[in-house]
């Protein structure tokens, strides 16, 4: 039986401009970059996809390495496309980026036009469509002139491969920069998507003031701190979960101290009505335009979807939540 998308489902989504654009980005994103790789069940990936839109989320967030193995995301999102949205490709916003190691030898990598533009025309081709909404630089190069990177992204909508241009994982000085060479050569700089959550709050030391004064909208990747701000680890790493892996990253943030924070956090969700999860991304949405969410199953979706039910903070909860992941809590 065909995929037939809900017919309700642009009532309770929130969408909200992307800075002075003419963009409107779902508060809530579905990120790929784990879960929709070769290694993952598709079906599982079908459905989530599918709830996603059902729920309003329209923005699909993908990179050239996402997978594993790296291209296999949008391999497999590009089957969804062709299968499940096949009709709604103009009801969608599709993102891709490029900036990290992606095949070998010296044109791979970073963010020279060569490897941009050929990383674009490769990802264009597994997802099986003519263009993205928005191409990003995935990060700054230190080694190109930024000019030479910001080229590329103007050469990419000028080609008719990308709508919309952004950047990732830039800092306040260097998207600034960005912006006054885009804005020249006549392709304003839509977004930028930097790591932001609670446990990690580095776009509010000047990034967030160059973003509003700029009039760049933001979305933030690792809102939960890879599952940190989850009841998921209150009482011990499960065995079935990422962090139980091997060389994951998450495990240097599960320190008790962290530990006892979230809990301490989770008090005020429960007052609020809310999971810790849910007001975490809450919380983040003061700041940003949108959050991007990972899952691994649609209650995870449905779930975080809910967290828009509560978007407001008194001053003295915001108070509090900042003494919490200000001060040590030991136990």
Request: proline share 4%; net charge neutral; glycine share 8%.
């Amino acid at each position: 039986m065909s995929y037939i998308p809900d017919e309700n489902r642009y009532n309770n989504m929130i969408y909200r401009r992307c800075g002075r654009s003419g963009i409107m980005l779902p508060a809530i994103s579905l990120g790929l970059w784990h879960n929709f790789g070769g290694y993952d069940v598709f079906e599982n990936m079908r459905t989530m996809a599918r709830r996603a839109f059902d729920l309003g989320i329209t923005h699909f967030d993908l990179a050239n390495n996402y997978g594993p193995p790296p291209g296999s995301a949008e391999e497999n999102f590009g089957r969804i496309l062709k299968t499940d949205f096949r009709g709604y490709r103009d009801e969608l916003l599709i993102s891709t980026k490029a900036g990290y190691t992606m095949w070998p030898g010296p044109y791979g990598d970073w963010g020279s036009r060569k490897y941009l533009l050929s990383s674009l025309d490769q990802s264009l081709k597994r997802m099986g469509i003519d263009y993205v909404d928005i191409f990003y630089s995935h990060r700054r190069d230190p080694n190109t002139p930024l000019e030479e990177t910001m080229m590329a992204l103007d050469q990419a909508v000028r080609q008719g491969k990308a709508l919309y241009v952004g950047i990732s994982n830039y800092n306040a000085e260097d998207t600034k920069k960005a912006a006054e060479i885009l804005r020249k050569l006549g392709t304003p700089l839509l977004i930028n998507q930097p790591s932001y959550s609670m446990f990690n709050r580095w776009i509010e030391d000047g990034l967030t003031d160059v973003l509003e004064k700029e009039g760049i909208g933001s979305i933030a990747f690792s809102p939960l701190a890879q599952g940190l701000l989850t009841d998921k680890y209150l009482n011990g790493i499960p065995d079935d979960s990422r962090a139980a892996k091997k060389n994951t990253s998450l495990k240097g943030n599960l320190t008790e101290e962290n530990i006892n924070k979230v809990r301490e956090l989770k008090k005020i969700a429960d007052r609020r009505g809310q999971s810790i999860a849910q007001m975490a991304l809450a919380w983040d949405l003061r700041k940003v335009t949108s959050v991007i969410i990972g899952a691994s199953r649609v209650s995870q979706i449905e779930e975080n979807v809910r967290a828009l039910d509560n978007l407001e903070f008194s001053d003295d909860e915001l108070k509090e939540i900042d003494e919490i992941l200000s001060k040590k809590i030991m136990r």
